[in-house]
């Protein structure tokens, strides 16, 4: 069967590009693009995703978000993504970077009606390592979910970070490391003896650590901390490889983007 993209509309710079097929026809692949390369103070990017009943979609970006330095002004996104029964999302968004003095409000929301499965990840890294810039300054406001359709809550997670606040070198934090990741997947597929498999496979290492929980209602998540982001990123991708025959029943390939 396959998946067509069927209406795409977009106000501002903010798009989405053509689809492509390079796992079939069963399975649209897409790039949400964003040409002025970063989020300033003031901007506000909305994105609404609906895949109807037994479509399969995989959604990334081509390059990180880079959120620069507003004082003054927060900046917000607002991401809500609805799944019919029986379809299947990979949400694979490259990291984001966050300037010194930037301030964003995000939110991402997931609707899924039963059948449907999901992976994806969010990465964030504070302060431009490569350019010896600090993050000194700023605050992140993130709410994350994932439900029925009908309200139920499977996860929500609330993130409140200040530049100033403990939480950045407490051991319940994020234990001095500027790179975190949070990767999280759903569907019926998502037992414990999932987990079980998955955390063997990650590292606890002195630059790069990950751990895996398992929730009752079908919810598996790896949270991950790194002094760089790029290990982190790769690391996540490797957790999607093995996850994706276990949660979508699908087989695992490397995006095409990922290696340009």
Same mark, same amino acid.
């Given at each position: 069967?396959?998946?067509?993209?069927?209406?795409?509309?977009?106000?501002?710079?903010?798009l989405?590009?053509?689809?492509? !097929?390079?796992?079939?026809?069963?399975?649209?692949?897409?790039?949400i693009?964003?040409?002025?390369?970063?989020?300033?103070?003031?901007?506000?990017?909305?994105?609404?995703?609906? =895949?109807?009943?037994n479509?399969?979609?995989v959604i990334?970006t081509?390059?990180?978000?880079?959120? !620069?330095?507003?004082?003054?002004?927060r900046?917000?996104?607002? /991401?809500?993504?609805?799944?019919?029964?029986?379809?299947? =999302?990979?949400?694979?968004?490259?990291?984001?970077?966050f300037y010194n003095?930037?301030?964003?409000d995000?939110?991402?929301?997931l609707?899924m009606?039963?059948?449907?499965?999901?992976?994806?990840?969010?990465?964030?890294? =504070?302060?431009?390592?490569?350019s010896?810039?600090?993050? +000194?300054?700023g605050?992140?406001r993130?709410?994350?979910?994932i439900?029925?359709?009908?309200g /139920?809550? +499977?996860?929500v997670?609330?993130?409140?970070?200040?530049?100033?606040?403990?939480?950045?070198?407490a051991y319940?934090?994020l !234990?001095?490391?500027?790179a975190?990741?949070?990767m999280w997947?759903?569907g019926?597929?998502?037992?414990a003896?999932?987990?079980?498999?998955?955390?063997?496979h990650?590292?606890?290492?002195t630059? =790069?650590?990950?751990?895996? /929980?398992?929730?009752?209602?079908?919810?598996?998540?790896?949270?991950?901390?790194?002094?760089d982001?790029?290990?982190?990123r790769?690391?996540?991708?490797d957790c999607w +490889?093995?996850?994706?025959?276990?949660?979508?029943?699908?087989?695992?390939?490397?995006?095409r983007?990922?290696? /340009?």
């Amino acid at each position: 069967m396959r998946t067509f993209l069927v209406e795409k509309r977009h106000f501002g710079p903010l798009l989405v590009q053509k689809a492509i !097929y390079p796992e079939g026809q069963e399975i649209c692949h897409t790039v949400i693009v964003h040409p002025p390369g970063g989020i300033a103070g003031g901007d506000e990017l909305t994105v609404e995703i609906d =895949l109807e009943t037994n479509s399969s979609a995989v959604i990334t970006t081509p390059a990180a978000a880079k959120w !620069y330095k507003a004082p003054r002004r927060r900046c917000r996104q607002e /991401t809500t993504v609805r799944l019919a029964q029986g379809s299947t =999302l990979d949400w694979l968004p490259q990291e984001n970077i966050f300037y010194n003095a930037t301030h964003v409000d995000s939110t991402f929301t997931l609707q899924m009606e039963p059948g449907a499965t999901a992976i994806g990840w969010d990465i964030g890294s =504070l302060g431009r390592a490569a350019s010896g810039e600090q993050w +000194l300054e700023g605050s992140l406001r993130f709410v994350t979910s994932i439900k029925r359709t009908d309200g /139920t809550p +499977l996860w929500v997670e609330r993130l409140l970070l200040d530049a100033s606040s403990s939480l950045r070198e407490a051991y319940q934090g994020l !234990y001095g490391f500027s790179a975190f990741g949070t990767m999280w997947a759903t569907g019926s597929g998502c037992m414990a003896t999932v987990a079980e498999e998955i955390v063997s496979h990650l590292p606890l290492e002195t630059e =790069l650590r990950a751990g895996v /929980t398992s929730f009752p209602e079908g919810v598996l998540l790896i949270r991950a901390l790194a002094q760089d982001a790029e290990r982190l990123r790769q690391m996540m991708i490797d957790c999607w +490889l093995r996850l994706r025959p276990l949660v979508h029943g699908l087989p695992s390939q490397r995006l095409r983007l990922w290696a /340009t």
